[in-house]
């Protein structure tokens, strides 16, 4: 399946004005080769939905634009932190450790995503990341954890359990290493201001 979409340069240069995030990707990299993302079939047949709305959609860059940034979002940037030019399949692994379908299933979840051994994940790891499988899969959770207290009022256990973590003196453990704070402190201090609806 291919999809070819042709924007006009001055579209392309506003878009890169607008969101400086997105130096080096995409439109915006110097590199003298193009980019090169893997997608697999949910999301091939997803965009292959956006396109075709893209197509029967009025001719206006709010429409481009819709279309874009979700897919620009979505590239397989390699994760900070990475060095020394990483393999294609820890990228990868680092990418698909954001779904939480993946990072619930701890570590083995994570080295099942890379589809090599778990030795052979940890020793890339330290070299390109300086951490183990674990490390990166819990600061995953922890991510996720504290956008659900922030934006949920979901109680303490529920958060746990969907980060897979289900040992509610671990996930505080975990917590408090990441935040420095309690969950319960760290919701308190960020929905403070948050104008609750009626």
Request: proline share 9%.
């Amino acid at each position: 399946m291919v999809v070819s979409i042709a924007i006009r340069q001055g579209v392309v240069q506003a878009l890169g004005n607008r969101h400086p995030d997105l130096s080096g990707t995409a439109f915006w990299t110097n590199s003298p080769t193009p980019d090169v993302t893997h997608r697999d079939i949910r999301q091939l047949a997803a965009l292959n939905k956006d396109a075709l709305s893209l197509e029967r959609s009025p001719r206006q860059k709010l429409y481009l634009e819709a279309f874009l940034l979700p897919l620009l979002v979505a590239l397989d940037r390699p994760p900070e932190g990475l060095i020394d030019s990483p393999p294609d399949w820890l990228i990868h692994a680092c990418t698909a450790a954001r779904d939480p379908k993946v990072f619930r299933l701890g570590a083995e979840g994570f080295v099942a995503a890379t589809g090599r051994t778990h030795p052979h994940v940890a020793r890339t790891m330290r070299k390109h990341m300086g951490q183990t499988p674990s490390d990166y899969i819990n600061t995953q959770r922890m991510q996720h954890a504290a956008r659900m207290l922030t934006g949920t009022a979901d109680p303490l256990p529920e958060i746990a359990a969907d980060c897979g973590i289900p040992n509610l003196s671990h996930f505080h453990k975990l917590f408090r290493a990441a935040f420095e704070e309690t969950p319960q402190s760290y919701r308190r201090s960020r929905q403070r201001d948050l104008i609750q609806p009626r």
